[in-house]
């Protein structure tokens, strides 16, 4: 398999071998750093600049909403360059309440919403529109999860992530599971209600967390270098704006799959959570802290959609 380090270093050559990249990095220090946030900066304007144009300000938002939320993957990597392993009851309480918070989030900001519109859209037929939604999210993560090579989440309790092609295996399941997850918050922001949109996208990023720890500490462990480890851990959560940004166009430009949308994250999500993540938490008979865990991420997204409400 083509090593994640491979493919970063590769990349990082070819951009060195770039004369624009060579001329700025020739430029006084204060010159340089001027020049590279002046680009950021300009194309982070054309971005939210042509969305705004092309859709509204609601597609924005949610775009700028499934971004922060997959930045809490690099969030919850920072712990690795300071450790380089954590206490399993810590771990595990922090995935029991991630667990906790994603199931929250998926009935109050995804089906009881989808439901209500369904109901709009197709009188007496909402709660078997949504259900299909849900089937085909989950079948869709269940054909992912055959179809694509990856390790999974309860790999890291076995300890088998001793080799860096593992560890890149791992990553691909992280990246897979980001998808939906992107999706979800720009589908919710796509229904119009601000509400559940921000609901939804800060349960992403407290679910990201213990993710971009799982990812960056096996890869300290193996030698990584820590910012690298961090880094990848944080492309990981990245791929979350793309689902963010498909998911909030494709319901803003066609209001009636908006149902079938929000189901289908929310069968999705509840995939993830039920074969990867819960597994994980019980995987070496600490599941009594996680299941408290779960119930207090749960209480905790509860009581956040009352207050926003």
């Known amino acids: ?5 491979s493919f970063f270093e590769n990349q990082y050559l070819r951009l060195q071998a770039h004369p624009q990249y060579l001329k700025v990095m020739t430029l006084p220090t204060l010159q340089k750093w001027s020049v590279l946030v002046g680009l950021f900066l300009l194309s982070q304007i054309v971005v939210f600049g042509s969305l705004y144009v092309i859709f509204d300000e609601i597609v924005v938002i ?9 930045l809490a993957t690099g969030v919850g990597a920072l712990p690795a360059l300071f450790f ?23 009935a109050f900001s995804l089906l009881v919403p989808g439901m209500d519109f369904g109901e709009q859209i197709w009188p007496g037929k909402g709660l078997l ?25 309860d790999s890291v309790a076995d300890e088998s992530l001793d080799s860096l092609q593992k560890i890149s295996l ?6 897979i599971h ?16 601000l509400k559940s949109g921000l609901v939804l996208s800060i349960a992403i990023a407290l679910q990201n967390i213990p993710e971009g720890l799982a990812v960056a500490l096996p890869l300290v462990g193996l030698g990584y270098n820590k910012w690298k480890a961090v880094g990848v851990a944080t492309l990981t959560g990245l791929v979350e704006p793309v689902g963010g940004l498909l998911g909030i166009t494709m319901v803003t430009v066609f209001s009636s799959i908006l149902p079938i949308a929000m189901g289908f994250a929310a069968g999705a999500m509840l995939f993830v959570i039920s074969e990867e993540i819960i597994p994980e938490t019980h995987s070496k008979g600490r599941s009594r802290i ?6 207090l991420g749960f209480i905790i997204m509860m009581m956040l959609d009352k207050m926003l409400g």
């Not at 996680?290 to 119930?295: D, G, K, Q, R, Y």
């Open 1 to 5: 398999m083509y090593g994640i380090d």
């Open 62 to 70: 949610g775009f700028l909403a499934s971004i922060l939320a997959g």
């Open 84 to 106: 380089k392993d954590i206490s399993p009851r810590l771990f595990n309480s922090m995935l029991g309440a991630a667990a906790g918070v994603m199931l929250a989030a998926t």
């Open 129 to 153: 529109i949504v259900s299909a939604g849900m089937m085909l999210g989950a079948l869709f993560l269940h054909f992912a999860d055959k179809k694509l090579p990856h390790l999974h989440f």
């Open 170 to 175: 791992f990553i691909i399941a992280i990246t």
């Open 178 to 193: 980001n998808f939906p997850e992107g999706m979800s918050v720009g589908v919710s922001f796509g229904s119009g209600d």
């Open 290 to 295: 996680a299941t408290f865990s779960l119930m």
